[in-house]
C-alpha cells in the first residue's frame, strides 16, 4: 500500500489531459457521505492513481529487464497492479483517496482542527503562483504553463485549492495522532531506533576517473594512480582529520588538473605560431593586480557546506550496489568502492545522532515513514461507512481509460 504523503502529492499534470466528448457540463461527480465532491476534486485523485498505477507497472517491467518503449503496442491497461486489472486499480485507488478526503474534513471538524487564515493564504498563494508557471521539460520551455496542464485534465485551480487545503489538514491530523502528545503519541525512542536502522551518515569523496579534459581513464597505470589518491583520502580520514579538509583538497586537484590540461593546450598552440613574433610585455609596477589588496573579507570567508550525507537504506542513488556496501560499512569504519566503472568512492560511515541538528530537520519526515500507511487506515476505517453517490454519467465520463 502507498503512503499517505503519495496520495497527498501533487500530480504532474504535464503527463495528464483530459480526453471527453460532450461531458463538459459535468461538474459534480455527486456526494460522499453527504460532502459534494466536484469533478476537479475526484479527477485530482484519479489522475494521481493512474500515475501510481503506471509507476508500478514500470516497475514490474525493470524488473523484466525492459520498459514500455521496447514493447510492441504497449498499453497499461493490458497489464495488472497488484491482483487487480489495471483499471480497476484506478478506480479503486481513486476512490479511497476521496473516502480519505472526506474523512479528514470530517475528523479535524471533530477535534477541532483548521487552518489559520495565514494557512489558507499560503496555500491560494502557491496555487496562484504554479498556475501562472511555465512547465519545463529536461530544461526546456514548453510554452505551457501548470495551471493551462491542470485544466485541460478538468482540474480547476479552485478544486486544486481545495486537494492541498485537505492535505495541510491532513497533515495537521496526523500529528495529532502521532507526534508528541498525540491520540497514540510514537515513542521517541522508536523514531530514533527506525532512524538509525534506515539511515546512515556517510563522508564521500567520489574520486572520478577521468582525466584534466574529462576523458575516461583508459591504462591501469592511470588508474593506479588514482587509487593510491583515494587510498590518501581514506587513510587522513580515518585518522581524524577534518572531512572538509579532505574534500576540499580533491575539489582542488580536480581544478588543478583541469588547469594543466587547458595549459596544455595553450601551450601547444601557442607553439604552432610564428616563433619570431615579438610581444610586448609589461614592465611597469602599475600592472599588478594588487589582489592582496582589494580582496574583501567576505571574499576570504570561504562559504560553508555540508558536504556529509544522509542516506536512505533503500536509495537507488548512485546505485543499489553501492549504497548496499555503504551500509555494510561500521560507524566509524572506512573503505574504497571499486566496483562503479566510474568512480572510487572514498567513504567514512560516521554515527547517526551525533548529528542532532539532521534528527530535528528530518523527524517528522521519519515519523510519516513510519505511520503513513496506518494512518490511511485509519481514515479509510473512519470512512468505510461512508455513502457514496456518484452519478454514472460522471463515472463513465472520467473513467480511467479517459485520462491521457
Not at 489558507?120 to 496555487?127: F, G, H, L, P, V
Not at 600592472?287 to 558536504?307: L, N, R, Y
Not at 530537520?361 to 513510519?370: A, C, F
Amino acid at each position: 500500500m502507498k503512503s499517505y504523503q503519495k496520495i497527498i502529492a501533487a500530480v504532474c499534470a504535464s503527463s495528464v489531459a483530459l480526453s471527453l466528448a460532450g461531458c463538459s457540463d459535468i461538474s459534480v461527480m455527486g456526494t460522499v457521505d453527504g460532502e459534494t465532491i466536484n469533478a476537479g476534486v475526484y479527477l485530482y485523485y484519479a489522475t494521481n492513481a493512474r500515475q501510481e498505477a503506471q509507476t508500478e507497472v514500470n516497475e514490474q517491467l525493470s524488473e523484466m529487464g525492459t520498459d514500455p518503449s521496447e514493447i510492441e503496442n504497449f498499453d497499461y491497461f493490458d497489464y495488472k497492479v497488484g491482483e487487480k486489472e489495471f483499471s480497476q486499480y484506478v478506480n479503486d485507488r481513486a476512490m479511497d483517496s476521496v473516502k480519505q478526503y472526506v474523512a479528514i474534513l470530517r475528523r479535524c471538524a471533530e477535534l477541532e482542527i483548521g487552518l489559520t487564515a495565514d494557512e489558507e493564504q499560503t496555500i491560494k498563494d502557491s496555487a496562484k503562483e504554479l498556475w501562472n508557471t511555465e512547465i519545463t521539460y529536461y530544461g526546456y520551455p514548453t510554452g505551457v504553463t501548470y495551471g493551462e496542464s491542470y485544466e485541460q485534465a478538468g482540474i480547476s485551480r479552485q478544486s486544486y485549492i481545495k486537494v492541498q487545503q485537505a492535505a495541510e489538514l491532513g497533515n495537521k491530523l496526523f500529528d495529532a495522532y502521532y507526534d508528541e502528545g498525540g491520540i497514540t503519541e510514537t515513542d521517541e525512542k522508536d523514531i530514533e531506533v527506525y532512524y538509525t536502522d534506515n539511515y546512515g551518515r556517510f563522508q564521500i569523496i567520489q574520486v572520478s576517473l577521468t582525466d584534466g579534459e574529462g576523458d575516461k581513464l583508459e591504462t591501469d597505470e592511470a588508474k593506479k594512480d588514482y587509487m593510491e589518491l583515494a587510498e590518501s583520502y581514506l587513510e587522513r580520514l580515518e585518522n581524524g582529520e577534518d572531512f572538509d579538509v579532505v574534500y576540499h583538497d580533491y575539489e582542488n586537484f580536480v581544478e588543478e588538473l583541469k588547469a594543466s590540461a587547458s595549459d596544455d593546450k595553450d601551450t601547444s598552440s601557442e607553439a604552432e605560431e610564428d616563433e619570431d613574433e615579438e610581444k610586448d610585455e609589461p614592465t611597469s609596477d602599475d600592472t599588478s593586480s594588487g589582489s592582496d589588496d582589494t580582496t574583501s573579507d567576505d571574499e576570504d570567508e570561504e562559504e560553508e557546506h555540508d558536504h556529509e550525507m544522509l542516506l536512505a537504506k533503500d536509495s537507488t542513488s548512485p546505485d543499489e550496489a553501492t549504497i548496499k556496501w555503504l551500509f555494510e560499512l561500521d560507524e566509524n569504519e572506512g573503505g574504497i568502492y571499486d566496483k562503479d566503472e566510474d568512480y572510487y568512492y572514498v567513504a567514512m560511515r560516521k554515527p547517526l545522532l551525533d548529528r542532532d541538528d539532521w534528527y530535528e530537520e528530518n523527524r517528522l519526515d521519519i515519523l510519516h515513514e513510519m505511520k503513513d500507511e496506518e494512518f490511511e487506515e485509519i481514515l479509510l476505517d473512519f470512512a468505510k461507512d461512508y455513502e457514496v453517490n456518484f452519478s454514472d454519467a460522471a463515472l463513465n465520463a472520467y473513467k480511467p481509460e479517459n485520462l491521457r
